[in-house]
């Protein structure tokens, strides 16, 4: 009650007009400022948040290519390995070929050079029974053509055979 009774209106009035113009004056002069810097601050947080965006999208967007890349380079190398397991098969049953090839051609010789061996001890047989049976012959004759009348008999036993050739 005590500060009723002390109210001045010139005071009141003289206070009132130095806030308003304090509030002029800090409006013009500090709040400006101040809600310029924080409509800044604001701008760069929202650039930054927006930045952020755009990083974390790229990075999803490295890891699928990545991830795109390893599937290729597996699909690839999967590609190799069997071109690498077919090329190694295709060496492995030529060189069977070859060597089954080369096994027949060396059998066909022997048998061709067995043939050929037998055939030539079969002739050299043949020659050396046909010289020792003429031998024997021979020397068989020799005993009993020992005379003139053995001989006689031989030859008219041979005219008399009819031809035998």
Request: without cysteine.
């Amino acid at each position: 009650m005590e500060l009723i009774n002390q109210f001045s209106s010139g005071l009141f009035i003289i206070q009132s007009i130095i806030f308003i113009g304090l509030l002029l004056l800090l409006g013009k002069f500090a709040w400006k400022p101040i809600l310029n810097s924080i409509n800044e601050r604001e701008s760069n947080i929202m650039d930054a948040l927006n930045q952020a965006q755009l990083a974390k999208e790229e990075m999803a967007q490295l890891k699928s290519d990545n991830e795109r890349i390893i599937r290729e380079a597996k699909a690839e190398r999967d590609a190799i390995l069997k071109e690498a397991r077919e090329i190694k098969e295709k060496i492995v049953s030529d060189a069977k070929e070859a060597a089954k090839s080369e096994g027949d051609k060396m059998i066909a010789q022997a048998r061709e050079s067995i043939i050929a061996e037998k055939s030539a001890a079969v002739a050299e047989i043949k020659s050396q029974i046909g010289t020792l049976s003429v031998q024997v012959a021979e020397s068989i004759l020799k005993q009993k053509l020992d005379n003139a009348d053995a001989q006689n008999q031989l030859v008219e036993n041979i005219l008399n055979q009819p031809n035998q050739n």
